[in-house]
């Protein structure tokens, strides 16, 4: 099954939601995580507009993700 862009944006609007409300719960390592992913997946489905819509986003995600792996326990 192919993935179209209505199922992308939709399990980026989840992966994020999830990761505001571990944020607000404490878990900072985990929500940066989901915000990471939901962030990634807005930028793929933006893969066909112009260079910035697609590279500024995936940079965010990869920030993100670094700095959960860089976070201490």
């Known amino acids: 099954m192919p ?3 209505r199922l ?3 399990a980026s609007n989840v992966a994020i ?3 505001i409300a571990l ?5 900072v390592r985990g929500a940066s995580l989901f915000i ?10 933006a893969r066909n507009k ?5 590279y500024f986003p995936l940079l965010i995600a990869i920030a993100l993700f670094a700095l959960a792996i860089a976070l201490p326990r």
Do not use: S, Y
């Open 3 to 5: 993935i179209n862009d």
């Open 36 to 45: 990471a992913a939901g962030t990634a997946g807005m930028a793929i489905k």
């Open 8 to 10: 992308l944006t939709l």
């Open 50 to 54: 112009r260079k910035f819509d697609f």
């Open 23 to 27: 944020g607000i719960f404490g878990v």
């Open 17 to 19: 939601l999830i990761g």
